[in-house]
């Protein structure tokens, strides 16, 4: 459906009550209606909501333009656990990658598999830091995942599997403590209520206070999470 200049797809929905619109990361926009709603109806109130709509969509595209564009070149920042670390290539370092004071130092030999470089050192980095912090939730969510991995996810943060198994994508190490912390007290949550329903969310809630503070976060920011 086209408002102004933006084409929204509407999805319809019998869980619906009232129309939701979303934002995606990549700048595109959908609007969820209740299933027995019009399109009159739906135009409308997405006409009175394209100000707003507007707004956000340019956002999420200033926020893609100025972080998503990474180089392996000296001094582009790279991000772990939420902090930025300037990038040295370095011809003598004798570890692939490594965090130095405040620089990634990446050894020159490692240049032509960055990626996979960079990819590498999330994992290892990141699964002693999980462990550590699902065994800490586990205890106030009441429930522990069989294993847990880091691996490529997709466009999924995280997700568990029927076999009680964790998965985190790689890309989560890059994020703040705080956000990291809510990906896993949601997959922990997961393993009690596999739907997003009312008491998935109360339960979420009781460990996490806050956990809306993250969800937003994820949704307005979560692009920044990207490599290159
Ligand atoms: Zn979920």
Not at 8 to 19: D, H, Q
Not at 97 to 121: R, Y
Not at 190 to 203: E, G, I, N
Request: net charge positive; charged share 30%; aromatic share 10%.
């Amino acid at each position: 459906m086209k408002i102004g200049d933006l084409e929204i797809e509407i999805k319809r929905s019998k869980r619906r009550k009232t129309i939701t619109v979303n934002i995606e990361r990549d700048g595109s926009v959908n609007a969820v209606a209740p299933f027995d709603c019009d399109d009159e109806t739906i135009r409308k109130e997405l006409e009175a909501r394209e100000y707003l709509i507007c707004k956000h969509v340019a956002n999420r595209i200033a926020v893609n333009k100025a972080y998503v564009n990474r180089t392996f070149v000296n001094g582009q920042a790279f991000l772990f656990m939420g902090e930025s670390y300037n990038l040295h290539i370095s011809e003598t370092a004798r570890k692939s990658l490594e965090i130095v004071d405040d620089k990634f130092v990446l050894s020159e030999k490692c240049l032509p598999k960055a990626k996979e470089t960079f990819i590498n050192f999330y994992k290892k980095q990141g699964l002693p830091y999980l462990r550590e912090r699902v065994a800490y939730f586990s205890k106030l969510v009441g429930r522990e995942p069989v294993s847990i991995r880091i691996i490529e996810l997709g466009s999924h943060w995280a997700s568990c599997t029927p076999r009680q198994t964790i998965n985190f994508h790689w890309k989560c190490i890059m994020a703040k403590p705080m956000i990291i912390d809510y990906l896993i007290v949601h997959e922990l949550t997961h393993l009690k209520y596999p739907q997003h329903t009312r008491q998935f969310w109360d339960a979420v809630f009781s460990v996490m206070p806050n956990y809306k503070e993250c969800e937003d976060w994820l949704h307005n920011y979560g692009v920044t999470l990207e490599l290159i």
